[in-house]
């Protein structure tokens, strides 16, 4: 996965609890300077997608820095587009209800600045502590991205407390304790029509998913590792029921939103539907009819 300085990331990087938890006690114990505290949430938030889009530059997919630099590499954020993407940290303080934070996590500690260079066109860079990130992250980056237990998004601005958070074998489990038939969407559709599609998807049968072959799955980017988890939730959700133990395969009856004949089916919630071909391919067993894209249509015929 690339990241530029040409804009701010938004698409959230799956963490642990632990990681969630210490990176939001950091972040907030960045003092909000200022008398309008209906706008804190706003100002915490921004420093989230800040020092977020940071970790993916900097730690996430760079290169190290050496043992005894305190600071990883720098990278830059264009001043016009941190205004505007991120006010509460770029924007000048008469601008604002409070003071920006940006001086403030630089006296934190936690980034460093390199100033605008106006001569040679250049905009400020920024770093962050290796001792902070060895704080939230406590192994590699590739160490880290294998983990099995990451399901909390960074960026996620509510504190999360007392929040179970389920491994994968637990998800597994929960899935494999139930079994729901499926419930399709039927809003805006003719009787005429509910019967037919239901017809349809009941012929379809239910879908087989190797879940060994999911488990062992290594998703290439941060955006497969959150649709394997998002995935493998929505199974414990809709529930399922065993088809072979070696391999584990399980079957379950896939939930649509209706749709007329001759246009497309969504699954709901996204489900197997959502996944990427290249994650469907390596998980799916015997015949699926989405495989190839995030829609299915039936034929009027």
């Known amino acids: 996965m690339k990241y530029s300085a040409g804009y701010i990331i938004k698409r959230g990087i799956l963490v642990t609890l632990d990681t969630y938890n210490k990176f939001i006690e950091d972040v907030h114990n960045i003092p909000f300077i200022g008398k309008d505290g209906r706008q804190s949430p706003s ?121 179970k958070i389920m491994t994968e074998e637990q998800l597994i489990h929960k899935a494999l304790s139930h079994f729901n038939k499926p419930r399709h969407a039927t809003r805006h559709v003719s009787r005429e029509t509910q019967q037919y599609m239901r017809q349809v998807y009941h ?36 529930g399922c029921r065993m088809v072979s133990s070696v391999p584990l395969v399980v079957e379950y009856f896939p939930e649509y939103k209706l749709a007329e004949r001759g246009t497309r089916s969504f699954e709901k919630n996204g489900g197997f539907q959502a996944l990427k071909a290249a994650i469907k391919w390596a998980v799916v067993v015997g015949i699926n009819y989405d495989i190839k894209s995030s829609q299915l249509t039936i034929s009027e015929t």
């Not at 800040?50 to 760079?62: K, M, R, S, T």
């Open 203 to 238: 012929n379809m049968g239910a879908l087989r998913i190797n879940l060994d072959k999911l488990q062992a799955y290594i998703p290439e980017d941060e955006r497969e590792a959150a649709l394997k988890s998002h995935f493998l939730q929505h199974l414990a959700e809709r």
């Open 43 to 163: 100002y915490y938030l921004d420093i989230q997608r800040f020092l977020q889009h940071l970790i993916c530059n900097n730690f996430l997919y760079a290169k190290k820095t050496p043992e005894d630099n305190p600071w990883t590499r720098y990278s830059p954020i264009y001043n016009k587009l941190g205004k505007k993407e991120l006010p509460f940290v770029f924007k000048q303080d008469k601008y604002l209800c409070c003071d920006r934070a940006l001086e403030l996590l630089k006296e934190a500690g936690i980034i460093d600045i390199k100033k605008h260079s106006y001569g040679n066109g250049k905009s400020r860079t920024f770093a962050l502590s290796k001792t902070y990130l060895k704080r939230w992250f406590e192994s590699s980056p590739d160490d880290y991205k294998q983990r099995d237990d990451r399901y909390i998004y960074l960026s996620v601005g509510k504190r999360v407390r007392d929040v």
